[in-house]
């Protein structure tokens, strides 16, 4: 296993990363302004894309290069870019009705990050891990796919939905770089791919709302139950 | 032969989408996308008998074709030949003009889910399912309403999400593998088995049921099914017809594919009574909504929940006659939906609404495609002589025979009051007497509001035969052919859940 046996001072600058990541991830929970949110996601897309660099050059692992430029291009460049697009159009810079407030978002998203550990240590326990850079990972992983689900359920302006699904996904490629450097290119390159439609359609998707209902308000549509 | 046919299955469609954007003319673009249509349901069925000597590969490993996949492409392949046929007449008395957006999309959408059953590697698989959310997407929100664009909103994100899971259960399985197998391996399903009995425990099970949350959401399995009820009302009927016939069958296939990894990594029965379980809770769902249902379209929504939870509950139980069962409900399943879909859009085009409160006497107003549509519900609810009556009733045996007997008698339980419910809806909407004794006197300006509307269209009424006729046949008649294929699809599974 690549992350259990590197130096100390690699592993903890993978750590370092890592958490950088997830913080940024409370950066989002804690805000309710629509720029922070974004400026968030590209920071966290900056980082993934060192840490993919970084663990190309510890790794030996060339192709990840590829990734780092290419994350960097798409989910830090071009995805904010779209989006930045999409706020300008809507005329809205900050959520207004939001389920739960920013700060008990904080203390949700901590309990969901405790949890996360838990699970991860158990985990790391079963397999021999504890205490390495794999664990941390873990821990991540499944936190910021939490916060990414809580995001979806506690938000109700659109592009904050659209966000959090990008946190989702992001969550997933910042384990995945840790655990398995080794995952075919093919497979990564083309969820790079997939996420760019994916945002593409939302914008679309955004713009219908918009012109049907008025609002890019998610909790306004609530006609169809039962 | 076999490159050929697989050319024609994916080009086909593909030419369909390029030549409905570029000549745009609405009758030619039905008729392409019917063209394509009809050639990949033919060399599905050329396919078929071939496909059973053995997983071929293709492209360098990255397509497979196996009995599997090649029976799952014949009900997409059915249903893809009958929605474009029923399209036609559908799309027609809708006023929109755009129709080669329309039939880009559709066969767009019938491109990915031809391809997904195809997928030998198990993230070109998930990108798969993800790009059929998201071509349908817009062909549920077709009609620009709403109410659909509501539909579509909630269908892509809960589906996204949902899905998100699968691919982050991929990752950790192909992690637990190279802990053995070392850092970069192809992410086949054959490799997947192969490293399966060394994976820690831990994992397997953490990974089988992130995936079988992932892609059960795409299937539809209660409680992830809150999307589908809204997205199959929605979208226009042919549309409703693909989704819930050859949409949910396509993501099945990643759970089937799971489960069989998940033997071979020998967790022990938890992953199949996880699966049983939520089959089982699907139907109790399905049954609840079905009961009370107000929405026409809604109601086959529900009853494709309740379906879906049978198939996972015949994978669930395994064993050579739960696969069998299993996999000819799939096939029937496809056929009867998309004519209780077909039934649904031409009564909504009748009577103008789609609650089935509005609906009285439907075959004094409809009485041929009515009589089809009672017909299909007589045979949805799973009652002889139709298709889907030996698929349920061998999922049943193959239940009571296993360790999961419990579910096998809930099966059957909700299967009865489903039964109930669902033709309940029927024979108030066929012969029951109208709720209000005003309608007497409304019943002229009905009459009037029926003959202002041209009469259905040929192109309605002819799919919703071609789906009964083999649904009847295969009620009346199980080929032994058939069975040869599912035991080679159930020894291909090797499944050992129960004998």
Known sequence: ?226 | MVPILLGVILLAPLGAVIGCLGIRHPRFVELLNLAAAVSVFLAVLVLLPLALAGPYLFWGGYLIVDPLSAWVLLSVASVYLLASIYAIGYMRSSPDRDLYRFYALFAGFGLTTLAGPLMNNVGVYWIAIELTTLVSTFLVCFELGRESIEAAWKYIVIVSGGISLALLGIIFYYWGGSLIVGATYDLTWAMLRHVAPQVDHTIGLMSFLLVFIGFGTKVGLAPMHTWLPDAHSEGPAPVSAMLSGALLNTAMVGIVRFIQVSDAAQLGLMPRTVVVSIGALSLFVAALFITRQTGIKRLMAYSSVEHMGVMALGFGFGGPLGVAGALYHMLGHSLNKSLMFFGAGNAMHVFHSKRIGRMHRVLSRMPVSGLLWLAGAVAITGAPPFGLFPGEFTILRAGLAGPNGWAALIMLILLIVIFVGFLNHFRAMYFGHAMKPRDETRHVPDRSAAERHEPLSGWCLVPMWLALIPLLVLGLWWPQSFMHYFSAIATELSMGGSP
């Open chain 1, 1 to 226: 296993m690549f992350a259990a046996q590197l130096p100390p001072l690699v592993a903890s600058l993978f750590s370092l990363v890592a958490i950088a990541s997830l913080l940024l991830s409370f950066v989002m929970l804690g805000s309710r302004w629509l720029t922070d949110y974004l400026v968030a996601f590209a920071a966290q897309s900056w980082l993934i894309a060192c840490l993919s660099a970084a663990i190309g050059y510890y790794g030996h692992f060339p192709e990840l290069y590829v990734i780092a430029a290419l994350t960097a291009l798409f989910r830090g460049v071009v995805l904010p870019y779209l989006i930045l697009g999409i706020i300008k159009r809507l005329d809205v810079d900050r959520e207004m009705h939001e389920r739960l407030s920013p700060s008990a978002c904080l203390v949700v998203g901590a309990l969901l990050v405790l949890f996360a550990f838990l699970i991860s240590s158990h985990l790391g326990q079963a397999l021999g891990l504890s205490g390495t850079v794999a664990v941390l990972a873990l821990t991540v992983m499944l936190s910021m796919k939490l916060i990414g689900f809580l995001m979806l359920t506690v938000r109700n302006e659109a592009l904050s939905q659209i966000l959090a699904l990008l946190v989702l996904e992001n969550g997933i490629f910042l384990g995945s770089q840790i655990l398995v450097p080794g995952m075919p290119l093919l497979i990564e390159l083309v969820i790079l791919f997939d996420l760019l439609v994916v945002v593409a359609c939302f914008g679309v998707l955004v713009r219908f709302l918009l012109a049907q209902t008025g609002t890019s308000d998610a909790s306004r549509l609530r006609r169809l139950v039962g």
